[in-house]
């Protein structure tokens, strides 16, 4: 039998003027806690307003339990009691108390006793650590005692899968470790959870599989191991590492080659780098670059352009310099001069290079 809960066929989702999700096909499986990453605008939130049709999709397909719920006669009220949403904005009663918030629905759509649903509304505040407060008002609550409600509240459902929308992006940072915990301890008790957040050192700790999204759908899929330290999309390490990123072009060997040192400084100002590290990335490009042209293979063994990229990264404060040109294989690294090979090296806390049939030569320098 699969575990497959909600599988997605070519989804789509078209508003007047943007298309957030382009096609998206993809299985979530019980007990799977998923993290959903990636830059603002990319339909994040859109899939998980789709998969309980808060949003309707333009096209594709939603099969949650076996029961598509994208066809016109399905019951959509009977799926969603088996699916809890989690809003950014709390979404609860104002003129319920604490305790009739989380009761309200096991109540009116599940039919439980109401002394039954009293009782397991006690126990799940209790274990969001709110009990006290079960008499209260939500505006007596802080935005994370609220939020730690509400997601009692989805709990009282006794949901296959639970949807958490940026639980924590309405929250002051002083409240985000306690909603999070309870999010942890649904996690390690087995609970099937997708969570669109912007928290990645939570994202990277509480789950089991990571989509980044982008371009329109899911950029990457994979373990969270694999998705911050060793993602495989262009698109998806430069969000990770937070990377801002200067391109430079060498296009003809009369080109004012150092005229790009002023361009690395510019770059370097503008992101707040040390005064070292700015120098040193100057200098290791200056010596690479000349020992490239001047003292490497003739020029007409040289496929113009040289491209290189200079990233630095904001999660790590780290900076690298990467040169990639195309015609013969050549590492002046191994069979430069001595003198520049030792310059760039001190720069340098990590070099590599290697050669790409269809990359051609490429370097990278990890600067101190």
Do not use: W
Not at 328 to 335: D, F, I, M, S
């Amino acid at each position: 039998m699969s575990d497959c809960i909600i599988k997605i066929e070519h989804l789509r989702k078209e508003y007047e003027n943007v298309t957030p999700l382009k096609d998206v096909s993809v299985e979530i499986n019980k007990g799977e806690v998923i993290s959903v990453i990636g830059p603002s605008g990319t339909g994040k939130s859109t899939l998980l307003r789709c998969l309980n049709r808060l949003e309707e999709p333009t096209s594709g397909k939603i099969i949650v339990n076996g029961v598509e719920i994208t066809d016109p006669k399905c019951d959509i009220s009977m799926v969603r009691r088996k699916m809890g949403m989690v809003f950014q904005s709390f979404n609860l009663f104002s003129n319920l108390s604490i305790i009739d918030n989380v009761m309200a629905a096991p109540i009116d759509l599940l039919k439980a006793p109401k002394d039954k649903a009293e009782k397991e509304a006690e126990e799940l505040l209790k274990r969001v650590g709110l009990l006290e407060k079960k008499d209260n008002y939500p505006d007596q609550l802080s935005g994370g005692q609220k939020q730690r409600v509400a997601i009692a509240r989805a709990i009282a459902m006794h949901p296959d899968i639970i949807l958490f929308d940026e639980p924590t992006s309405a929250l002051d940072p002083t409240m985000v470790h306690e909603v999070l915990s309870v999010i942890r301890s649904l996690a390690k008790e087995g609970m099937t959870m997708m969570i669109v957040t912007h928290e990645m050192k939570f994202a990277k700790d509480v789950s089991n599989r990571i989509f980044y999204m982008d371009e329109g759908g899911i950029y990457e899929d994979g373990t969270p191991e694999q998705i911050f330290e060793r993602p495989v999309g262009e698109k998806t390490r430069i969000f990770i590492k937070r990377l801002k990123i200067l391109p430079l072009r060498i296009g003809s060997f009369d080109q004012d080659l150092l005229g790009y040192t002023g361009d690395i400084e510019a770059f370097g100002n503008e992101k707040l780098l040390e005064r070292r590290k700015i120098l040193n990335l100057q200098h290791a490009y200056e010596e690479l670059i000349l020992e490239i042209i001047m003292g490497g293979p003739a020029k007409d063994s040289i496929s113009l352009p040289i491209d290189l990229m200079i990233e630095h990264s904001e999660a790590d404060n780290t900076d690298m310099l990467t040169v990639k040109y195309k015609g013969r294989r050549y590492n002046p690294l191994e069979e430069g001069d001595a003198l520049p090979v030792s310059i760039i090296n001190k720069l340098s806390e990590k070099t590599d290079y290697y050669y790409d049939e269809e990359k051609g030569n490429v370097i990278t320098l990890s600067v101190r």
